[in-house]
């Protein structure tokens, strides 16, 4: 569970923050709120960064990979009573998001795996 | 402000702009929730209009496009054998009045190049995101199902279509309609409808591309043509599937809901995909469609691999097996190697696994999920054999399924 300390880097369930210097040139602001999804699940157990009240997270877009802006900590938190993946706290600054991935044999091809 | 009544070319600010008019009009074309039944009213009846087809006085709202497709085409076969002028279906004399009309207008003022650009830009992405996800699985689905009718779904859409003409008769005449139309071996004519919301981008310059041109390029055509152009797109905005006959019109509301997938097939592991407001719908696994039955039983995630290969359609067997990757652990494969993080690398070989896949050798992935209790907090993902050529090592394998370089991984201290 969240010991409270902020770290730079963390995988929670499929998704992955990791710090990076700035975001691209060019990147497209495609979301921002003091709550945002970085995580969707079909079920609803989605893997949401929470920020404190009147502070906005933004999310950017370029290439086909998403970054994010934290103007201060946030937690990443998982929208699930049992089995769920435990808090973790972010540093402020922008990150990259990775969403892991599994190969499929059936068709061939490496997959966004299923949380 | 400046409109064309002529377009040879686009500007480059009128081609940046496709990708987001595309968007806008996939959400149209995907949109759920309430369904605009006054904007459809007031625009209907433009069509029949433009078709220089009285509007007939019964519209009847339908909650699944199950429903409307079994009650207009019984309608329409109740209506045919009631009179024997009656129109009945009129889809192709209003869509030609509407689509139709507009097409040849706006061939006439694009040019080739620009249409074919626009369309492959705006209609082809709404038609691969609206179209060959959502209409083809439901189309497909009705159309299995027309045989199976049930009769009590049934009654009160026809009720209304037929209400005030023939009273008491409607539950004879539908089942008689029915039985006959079983025992002649007849399919109902279900499939004359028009496909409203879904079909935005259908065929050549459905409605996304025909209104960018509109909207962006600031083509602007006869007022005849604008008019039909707009009673098309309003309708399209408003409802879902929609049945026009000479006698009524059949009209289907909004889903409830679409789930689709990261390539935009129709897709849930916690219930239906598609979803209409009387329950109907689909259980889709990305875009294969599943049985109730079966649907519980694969998004367990305990199913066993003799359970899963009982499963006789391939494509409903395949993801099975995706979301059951665990039950390839039943197969003995070997370990290979484990590391120090406990992450480790098997491999399954001469299995009827390796026959199911068509690969000689299958490789897994074992890793400890944080958020469950050991022993069942093991996981197990499949392996690009590929990337076992260049490693064995499950440290690396792990972080290129997190796709991270091996170096990043190992500095990965916090995992929940």
């Known amino acids: 569970m969240n010991n409270n300390k902020e770290h730079e880097f963390g995988r929670h369930g499929e998704v992955i923050l990791k710090k990076v210097k700035s975001i691209p040139k060019g990147a497209k602001l495609i979301e921002e709120g003091q709550k945002i999804i970085v995580g969707h699940s079909e079920s609803g157990h989605h893997h949401v960064l929470e920020a404190e009240h009147g502070v906005t997270i933004k999310m950017y877009e370029i290439d086909g990979k998403t970054y994010l802006d934290l103007p201060s900590k946030v937690d990443l938190v998982h929208q699930k009573s049992a089995e769920s993946h435990g808090t973790q706290t972010f540093a402020p600054g922008i990150y990259i998001r990775e969403i892991r991935q599994s ?4 068709e061939r091809i490496m997959r966004r795996t299923i949380d | 402000m400046e409109y064309r009544t002529r377009i040879d070319s686009l500007t480059e600010k009128e081609k940046s702009q496709m990708a ?12 759920t929730g309430e369904t605009d039944w006054d ?34 085409s019984v309608a329409e076969g109740i209506w045919k054998k009631r009179r024997d002028a009656v129109r009945g279906a009129v889809r192709g004399a209003v869509r030609g009045a509407v689509r139709g009309a507009v097409d040849g207008a706006v061939r006439d003022a694009v040019r080739g190049a620009v249409r074919d650009a626009v369309d492959d830009a705006v209609d082809g992405a709404v038609r691969d995101a609206v179209d060959g996800a959502v209409r083809d699985a439901v189309d497909g689905a009705v159309r299995d199902a027309v045989g199976d009718a049930v009769r009590d779904a049934v009654d009160d859409a026809v009720d209304g279509a037929v209400r005030g003409a023939v009273d008491g008769a409607v539950r004879d005449a539908v089942q008689t309609a029915i039985s006959t139309a079983r025992n002649a071996g007849v399919s109902l004519a279900w499939h004359n409808l028009w496909g409203g919301q879904f079909w935005v981008g259908y065929w050549w310059y459905g409605v996304a591309t025909v209104n960018f041109l509109f909207d962006i390029c600031k083509l602007k055509l006869s007022k005849d043509i604008m008019e039909r152009a707009e009673a098309n797109r309003k309708i399209s905005e408003s409802v879902n599937y929609i049945w026009p006959n000479s006698e009524f019109v059949m009209v289907c509301a909004r889903p409830t809901k679409i789930n689709r997938d990261d390539q935009g097939r129709l897709h849930s592991d916690a219930g239906m995909a598609i979803q209409y407001p009387d329950g109907w719908g689909l259980y889709m696994i990305h875009g294969i469609r599943f049985e109730e039955d079966l649907f519980d039983k694969v998004i367990t995630g305990k199913m066993s691999f003799s359970e899963i290969l009982k499963i006789e359609n391939t494509e409903q067997r395949l993801q099975a097996m995706r979301l059951n990757p665990n039950a390839l652990m039943s197969e003995h494969p070997k370990l290979i190697n484990k590391s120090e993080r406990g992450n480790e690398l098997w491999l399954i070989e001469g299995s009827e696994v390796n026959t199911f896949y068509d690969a000689p050798k299958v490789y897994l992935l074992g890793f400890i999920d944080p958020s469950k209790e050991a022993p069942n907090n093991v996981m197990y993902e499949e392996v690009n054999p590929d990337d076992v050529e260049r490693t064995q090592d499950p440290d690396e394998i792990n972080a290129i399924h997190c796709k991270l370089t091996l170096a990043e991984y190992q500095k990965l201290e916090y995992e929940t």
Do not use: C, E, H, Q
């Open chain 2, 39 to 72: 904007t459809f009213d007031k625009y209907m009846p433009i069509v029949y209009k433009k078709a220089n087809l009285k509007y007939p006085s019964r519209i009847i709202r339908v909650n699944s496009p199950l429903v409307g497709a079994l009650s207009a």
């Open chain 1, 103 to 106: 190969y499929s044999y059936g």
């Open chain 2, 20 to 31: 987001d008019y595309a968007k806008k009009w996939i959400d149209v074309g995907l949109k």
